[in-house]
């Protein structure tokens, strides 16, 4: 039978990618989203693949939201977390908001996304957990405080959660992408893209599918002996 497999974020950028990699292996794939109604609908009608609106920086919002895909799909064997924001400013001009919001979709979001759903894998288990994190959580970003903290916050929570789910057949593991060309880098003035283009040793940006695709491996059966693990996918940007 068809796994279900629910990717936040799964409307645009990274996230389309993967939500579309994942319905080309079979999946039954649901796609959350925030609130860009017009970019969901675009989705939905290009790919077919079922659009859920909710924040998961909202517990209960994510816990309804849950409720209704599994209502819809069937429970969710593979979650993937990629729902993010950013809210950059130097540091001393940080707003507690800026900080806040960003912690409560980039961080909480994975625990709010991930608590509905563990009871359910740890019962059947088989569990697939996948956060998408980035560089930036790795090596930290000034201007980005808050998003280096939410990040890097991301690969705790991986660590300890994959130690949990282990013996129920969960892994947990997290994808901590470099800079890849979607709407968030796209959204960056040329020049400042430009000097990014110039620290990565591949000499481009990554591209979407490329995320994907590891998403999908972490997610099959053959990835089943890692856990816990943070894969980089830089472009030799960052090693660690
Ligand atoms: P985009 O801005 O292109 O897309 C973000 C997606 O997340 C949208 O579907 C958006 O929904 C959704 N989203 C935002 N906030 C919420 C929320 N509170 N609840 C539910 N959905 C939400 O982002 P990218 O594709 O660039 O990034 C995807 C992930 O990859 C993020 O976690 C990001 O931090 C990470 N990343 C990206 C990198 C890059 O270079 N692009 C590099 C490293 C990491 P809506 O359409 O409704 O706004």
Known sequence: MARVALVTGGTRGIGAAISKALKAAGYKVAANYAGNDEAAAAFKAETGIEVFKWSVADYEACAAGIAKVEAELGPVDVLVNNAGITRDAM?????????????????????????????????????????????????GQMGQANYSAAKAGDLGFTKALAQEGAKAGITVNAICPGYIATDMVMAVPEKVRES??????????????????????LASDEGGFITGSTLAINGGQYMI
């Open 91 to 139: 540091f001393h001009r940080m707003t507690p908001a800026q900080w806040k919001e960003v912690i409560d979709t980039n961080l909480s979001g994975l625990f709010n996304m991930t608590h509905p759903l563990w009871t359910g894998m740890r019962d059947r288990k088989f569990g697939r957990v996948i956060s998408i994190s980035s560089i930036n959580g790795q090596k």
């Open 196 to 217: 990014i283009i110039a620290q990565i040793p591949v000499g481009r940006l990554g591209e979407a599918d490329e995320i994907a695709r590891a998403v999908l491996f």
